[in-house]
């Protein structure tokens, strides 16, 4: 154990915390420095500031190998390799706003020699803009490709490793790649440019993949086509994959919004117009609109109408609300005059910020109490095991527009429900 190379995190988020956890829990002497004073000493308490499965736990258990502090130099003298996991997130150009990253290289005196390890998105050309600024670092760009909701099982267990190095940061790439050894994982060794284009690229598709699963969902609703179905013949084929082809209505969180963007920001910076992505964008921003249609089918106006809705997190398992689709959709049906109620498991206190004037509910019967209709908005698992029988009644109308496809149609309309998913045959 005590070999074990001692590691640095800088920005305990999403992606720092869990890296610094995980690689404590590998053996490694971890440090963990954040400029929020606040985060820090609550994490000295033991309070872990997110909603992720098994990451308190995991701080509990190492807390011996995981020091956190707020002091650059503390952090710059307990270890060499020190992974860069600042959040880089949108300007109102789209373009990714790297000013935490700057910071971080502010904190690296001059003829600093540490290896900076890159997890934060950049877009791709940072690592030899930071090159040329900081000759006597080493660089290696080592995306992170954790999911919120199962990121330490994804850093536990990665499809594959990226690192990139270019010449002269071979030994500091080798660093990299032994500190990730006891993972598994396909080890993938390139250049920096290429593995920071993998990591936009890689998100990019997936988006794409939403998107294009969503169009099919409504060209299917028009034809009386299943989309599940749709979804499930062509998922078989090994070429496609089943993964990421769940329609519903729109992808969101602090990655794929802001990552496709930076990526056709990035195009465009070059003079190149990324066609496909502008697409994916706005059908994404449009799936988020189509719920409306959907109530008012049954509805009619919704001025007035009391509308519920269950599951505000952008997804299952987090409490994180950046760009979730039930943003948009809260505005949308505020915009139309109707009343807005809602139940999140988890995501009450991020949703009390992020929402205007939505009343938020303890639980899903008391958000369905009186309401016109209900959109489930996030498929947590609790809300399959609903009665939902026993909600019909206590709505002034059962109407459900299931915004992920996550419930059963046949046993909503048993329970009294007009149920209406996206891309399946719907009532008239
Ligand atoms: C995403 C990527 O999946 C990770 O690989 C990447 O590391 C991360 O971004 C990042 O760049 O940091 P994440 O945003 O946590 O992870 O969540 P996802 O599970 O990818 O879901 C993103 C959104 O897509 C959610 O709103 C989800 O509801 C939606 N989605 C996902 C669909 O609408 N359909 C699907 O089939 C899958």
Same mark, same amino acid.
């Given at each position: 154990?005590?070999?074990? !190379? ?37 994490? #000295? ?56 990253? #700057? ?27 930071? &090159? ?61 440019? %290429? ?43 090994? &070429?496609?994959? %089943? ?10 969180? %602090? ?9 056709? !920001? ?8 990324? !066609? ?13 609109? #189509? ?14 109408? &009391? ?14 609300? &950046? ?10 049906? !505020? ?27 303890? %639980? ?65």
């Amino acid at each position: 154990m005590a070999d074990k !190379q001692a590691i640095g995190v800088v920005g305990v988020g999403w992606v720092g915390l869990v890296t610094a956890s995980c690689f404590a829990e590998l053996g490694h002497p971890v440090v963990a420095m954040d400029i929020d004073a606040s985060k820090v000493e609550a994490l #000295r308490r033991g309070e872990v500031p997110i909603h992720e499965p098994d990451l308190p736990e995991l701080v509990t258990k190492n807390a011996e190998r995981l020091r956190f502090t707020a002091d650059s130099d503390e952090l710059l003298a307990a270890a060499d390799l020190l992974f860069c996991c600042v959040d880089t997130p949108p300007t109102v150009s789209g373009d990714a706003d790297l000013s935490r990253v #700057r910071a971080v290289l502010e904190t690296l005196p001059s003829g600093s020699d540490h290896v900076l390890v890159m997890k934060s998105t950049v877009p791709a050309g940072t690592g030899a803009a930071i &090159r040329r600024e900081k000759p006597a670092l080493a660089y290696v760009s080592c995306p992170e490709f954790l999911k919120e909701g199962s990121a330490v099982s994804d850093f536990m267990n990665p499809d594959r490793v990226v690192i990139g190095a270019d010449p002269g940061d071979e030994a500091a790439a080798d660093a990299v790649e032994d500190v990730y050894r006891p993972l598994g994982g396909e080890v993938v060794r390139t250049d920096v440019a %290429s593995a920071e284009m993998i990591k936009l690229a890689a998100n990019a598709f997936l988006a794409t993949k939403i998107s294009f699963i969503n169009e099919i969902a409504n060209v299917s609703e028009e034809v009386g086509a299943d989309v599940t179905e749709v979804a499930r013949g062509m998922g078989l084929d090994e &070429r496609i994959g %089943s993964s990421f082809l769940r329609a519903g209505i729109g992808y969101g969180g %602090s990655c794929f919004p802001k990552d496709v963007s930076a990526l056709k !920001q990035l195009a465009g910076n070059t003079g190149y117009h990324f !066609q496909l992505l502008t697409a994916v964008i706005e059908v994404n921003e449009l799936q988020k609109r #189509r719920v409306i249609k959907k109530l008012e089918k049954h509805l009619g106006s919704l001025a007035g109408k &009391r509308v519920a809705l269950l599951g505000l997190a952008f997804k299952p398992d987090t409490d994180d609300m &950046r760009e979730a689709s039930s943003l948009v959709l809260a505005a949308r049906l !505020q915009g139309e005059g109707a009343e807005v109620v809602a139940y999140d498991p988890v995501a009450e206190g991020p949703a009390r910020e992020a929402l205007n004037a939505v009343d938020l509910r303890p %639980s899903a019967a008391e958000a369905l109490d009186g309401a016109d209709a209900a959109v489930l908005v996030t498929e947590w698992p609790e809300f399959a095991d609903l009665d939902w029988a026993g909600l019909a009644g206590r709505m002034a109308n059962p109407l459900l527009v299931d915004g992920r496809n996550f419930l059963d149609p046949q046993a909503l309309r048993d329970a009294g429900f007009v149920y209406e998913g996206i891309g399946r045959p719907s009532e008239d």
